[in-house]
Every structure is written in C-alpha cells, then in structure tokens.
C-alpha cells in the first residue's frame, strides 16, 4: 500500500502593510504627476505650433488686404464718427482668409491664438473666448480711434516700411479687459507674460515667424518705439 502523503499546512498570502500600502500610493500619485506634466507641456508645444500655422495664414491675410488697398495696411481699430460698431482690422482681412462674410467662424479660428484662449478662459472666465480673436495688429501700422471716434495714428503703406524683417506685423496679444484687443502695443502686449512656453510668437512684416521669449522686452529698451533696435516703427 502506498504510504499517505503527509499533511501540508496551506499557504497564507501575506498581507501590505500600512506603511507599504502608502508607499505604493505614494509612487503612484508621483507617477500620476509627471504623467499629467507631461501631458501638460505636450499639449502646450501643440498649442504654440498652431498659434505659428495661424499667424502663417494672418500674413497671408493681411497682404491680400494690402494689396487690394493701394499698398496700405488696414485700420488697426475704427469707430466711425464714435457710432455704432467698432470695425477691428481682423474684420476687414477675414475675406482673405476664407472667411464667405466678416463674421466667418473659420477666419476666426484662424485669427487666434489658443493658448490665449485658455488664459482667457482661465483668468478671466469668458465663455467666448474660443470664438473670439485675439491676435493683435502693430498699432503703428494704421489707424485707430477713440471711444468718440477720433482718429489717431496713420495709414502706413508696405512700401513706406524700411526694415520689413524687424518689423512687427502682428501676433501674441496681452490678455486685459477682453480678449479680442486688436491693437498690438508696447503698453499691453506683455499681460500675462509669455503666452507660451518658451515665449510670445508673432509674424513679422516681411513674412517670418518668430517666438519672443521673455515678451516684457518688446516695451522696453532697446525694442521700444524710438530704441536703438525698435520693433514697432515702420
């Protein structure tokens, strides 16, 4: 007869402990973190890549106006007469983005930048944000008016430029009291700081694209208006 086989006491699992219970949590919530950093920059580099398409396309826009126009650049922000609607430059450029009519959705989307959306949304709780644009136009390229209606600036035309390359066209605009500023200008392109990354992107007159980083620069010298390496004057 076979012998029987001896009596094998079971096995029992060992329990975590406390202390490493929370360990493992512990690396999880790091992990987790990292994890939406990540994600976060990724989403953000996105972000700038389309604001640098969009301006691409802001250029061609604001050229087709030119030169359909005499050579002159459009009106930055106009009030006729201090009545009725404002008429921004982005409105008279949407034609020659795509836009069938000044209120085109798809010229609009092509008239911001997204991530000045987010901090739209973010800081100033706007739900329009996102259909609103938000590039702004060199104020120092075409008139502008007053709450009243009264002109100031002037009508520049391209020719009249003397540096194209180093010369703002249009781009990354401060975040203030609402989201579509259209003049671009020293005493508000800065609010919020760099609206990306690695700095404030912006389309220069003669067609380049470029991120600024550290945009408070652009309001002082030597990149101010009348600074040894001036941005803003034609």
Known sequence: ??????????????????????????VIA??????????????????????????????VGIMGYVNDNDGYFPAVNMRPNG??????????????????NINGFKAYKTQQCPEVVEIAKEVMQRNDADILPN?????????????????RGQSVRLSYVEEPS?????????????SPMAPLAPDRVFLYGDKHP?????VWID?????WQDVSTLAEEPYAPGGEKDVWTP
């Open 30 to 59: 790091v992990l987790a973190l990292i994890l939406i950093t990540v994600i976060g920059r990724v989403k953000a580099t996105a972000r700038s890549t389309t604001c640098l398409s969009n301006l691409r396309q802001v250029h």
């Open 166 to 178: 180093q010369t703002l066209l249009a781009g990354d605009n401060g975040v203030g009291v609402t």
């Open 207 to 211: 067609g380049h694209v470029s991120t």
């Open 1 to 26: 007869m076979r012998a029987p086989f001896p009596h094998r006491p079971m096995k029992t699992r060992r329990a975590f402990s406390l202390i490493e219970t929370i360990t493992v949590m512990a």
């Open 135 to 151: 590039y702004g136009l060199n104020y120092m390229l075409g008139l502008q008016s007053n709450s009243l209606g009264a002109l």
């Open 198 to 202: 690695n700095g404030s992107n912006f």
């Open 83 to 100: 009545q009725g609607p404002w008429v921004q430059w982005w409105r008279l450029v949407q034609p020659y983005m795509g836009a069938d």
